[in-house]
């Protein structure tokens, strides 16, 4: 990262001064951000003091560098996705959403002071985690995105091994079935099924299969035989983003607000790999 920190070569384009700091050094210091929860002023202070125990001739970007830098890292992916295993299959994904408020006061002011003026706004993030709760992709849109509206541009940078894909029922359609199938030629779609649905011919052959199944056997039954309980990664990936990173976005544009989102992404994803080298090692 020391090496790194710098634009090793800088070329004047005609508009502005030529970038200074790298874009790593953009993304680490966002990310140093968010662990800590900072405001950019602070987190600009705290890094220099890092390099100062350090010991190192650097400096922080200032904040507002950091700023206007976000929007221009171009992320389309979480960091940190394929260095937790050995090999680079992923045999299953569980897809789920949540919801990150971007501005508003909180909710002791609301229950306080009752209704404010204040306009209040939230996001939702849509994830992918696989089965060693690596978040592979994720996107952030506005709260009235439905969750099915993002299936394809979540899936479509995923190769083709995937052999399962849990998801709750908000995603009962049957344009969710023919897109996974279409993505993933051997998969195992584990949606429950909206309660009423009956077998219809017009419907995809594995919802038919879901529903007749849990007429049979039950519901809780047909769970056990196809590994539902594997959507607990996307809900434990969400639990971990709130509870380590917050429920509320800093940036206030949408463009940064995206890229700060997959940034949390991949500090979760940087987590687990260190998590699962720490007890490699014991091992």
């Not at 508009?15 to 990310?31: C, F, Q, R, W």
């Not at 990664?233 to 509870?243: D, L, P, T, V």
């Amino acid at each position: 990262m020391v090496s790194q920190w710098h634009v090793a070569e800088r070329h004047y384009d005609g508009n502005g001064a030529p970038k200074l700091y790298s874009d790593m050094a953009i993304l680490t210091v966002h990310e140093i951000r968010q662990v800590f929860r900072l405001p950019l002023r602070q987190c600009e202070g705290f890094v220099n003091a890092l390099f100062s125990l350090m010991q190192l001739d650097l400096h922080c970007p200032s904040f507002s560098t950091l700023s206007k830098r976000l929007k221009t890292l171009k992320l389309t992916r979480p960091f940190y996705r394929l260095s937790h295993v050995g090999s680079q299959d992923i045999k299953a994904i569980a897809i789920d959403s949540t919801g990150l408020k971007c501005y508003g006061q909180d909710e002791w002011a609301l229950e306080k002071y009752g209704k404010t003026r204040q306009k209040r706004d939230w996001r939702k993030l849509h994830i992918t985690v696989d089965q060693h709760h690596i978040i592979q992709t994720s996107t952030l849109t506005d709260r009235k995105t439905q969750d099915m509206e993002v299936v394809n541009d979540l899936i479509a940078p995923m190769d083709d091994n995937v052999e399962q894909v849990t998801a709750d029922t908000a995603y009962d359609a049957n344009k969710i079935y023919l897109s996974l199938q279409k993505q993933f030629p051997n998969v195992d779609v584990v949606i429950p099924p909206k309660k009423g649905s009956i077998y219809n011919k017009k419907s995809e052959w594995l919802r038919n299969r879901n529903v007749e199944e849990i007429q049979c056997y039950g519901r809780m039954a047909w769970q056990t035989k196809h590994r539902y309980g594997n959507r607990n990664q996307s809900e434990c990936a969400i639990g971990r983003y709130k509870r380590i990173l917050g429920n509320k976005l800093h940036a206030r544009e949408f463009s940064r607000q995206q890229q700060e989102a997959l940034i949390g992404c991949s500090i979760l994803n940087k987590m687990i790999c260190m998590t699962i080298a720490d007890v490699r090692q014991k091992n």
